[in-house]
């Protein structure tokens, strides 16, 4: 065994070894639905649904619906976003319900074998748990992507990918309901492996598994991911 394989190994037993000790590490599940439209090279809208499943499966975690508009600014490489997204959760017991309101932008390079993308967006969670005292979190939202593209089959591509949420403000309500202390800066990571597969031009599937890894709360989860997007 060549010294890459074992140093790749011990990295490889490290990771899986922090994420048992971890004492909140779990696994669940995420699935999206999304119908999408793009009317030319300059506009795109999509809707989407989103269920995930925490607590090794055995809980919904949250529901969600939302819209995407996108518009070209340089073609095919800079494009601006806006996003409205309607949330609900379950938190410890209690409903948690956000409409949030997304603006950013995202581009992309290809070379011959591989596709780089990024997307960095301010957010805004209009949370409310009280009636008598609706708040807001906010959060700058950063995300790397790399798409493989696999000779002669246009139809599967490998990507990774890492997105770094960085809580712009402190709640109390909404940082004690997740064992949080009081700060701000880097809130999570997620770090993405999957696959897209084109089965036509009207349907693509994604498979994602995504490593979460909440560093306020120090909560670890892997999440397995299935996702649909109609072509309109």
């Known amino acids: 065994m060549n010294r890459l394989k074992k140093f790749c190994i011990i990295i490889l037993l490290v990771f899986t070894g922090h994420i048992v000790k971890a004492a909140d590490a779990e696994s669940g599940?995420?699935?999206h639905l999304i119908l999408n439209k793009q009317f030319n090279d300059y506009f795109n809208i999509n809707v989407q649904n989103h269920l995930w499943l925490e607590q090794n499966f055995t809980r919904m975690e949250r529901y969600m619906i939302g819209a995407n508009f996108k518009t070209s600014i340089i073609k095919k490489h800079l494009f601006f976003d806006a996003y409205y997204y309607y949330r609900y959760r379950n938190i410890n017991g209690h409903s948690e319900?956000?409409?949030?309101?997304?603006?950013?932008?995202?581009?992309?390079?290809?070379l011959p074998r591989v596709k780089f993308s990024g997307v960095s967006k301010m957010?805004?969670?209009?949370?409310?748990?009280?009636?008598?005292?609706?708040?807001?979190?906010?959060?700058?939202?950063?995300?790397?992507?790399?798409?493989?593209?696999?000779?002669?089959?246009?139809?599967?591509?490998?990507?990774?990918?890492?997105?770094?949420?960085?809580q712009l403000n402190w709640r109390e309500e909404f940082n004690r309901e997740r064992g949080y202390e009081n700060k701000k800066g880097v809130e999570r990571l997620w770090i993405d492996l999957g696959v897209d597969y084109k089965i036509n031009k009207t349907f693509l599937m994604t498979f994602t598994i995504r490593e979460q890894i909440a560093l306020f709360s120090q909560r670890y989860s892997t999440m397995f991911g299935v996702g649909c997007v109609i072509n309109l």
């Open 29 to 31: 599940g995420m699935f």
């Open 97 to 110: 319900n956000t409409q949030r309101i997304q603006f950013g932008f995202s581009g992309g390079y290809s």
């Open 123 to 166: 957010e805004s969670n209009f949370v409310v748990i009280s009636a008598n005292d609706p708040f807001n979190i906010y959060f700058w939202r950063n995300r790397l992507a790399i798409n493989g593209i696999l000779k002669n089959n246009d139809k599967v591509s490998p990507f990774c990918a890492v997105e770094v949420f960085n």
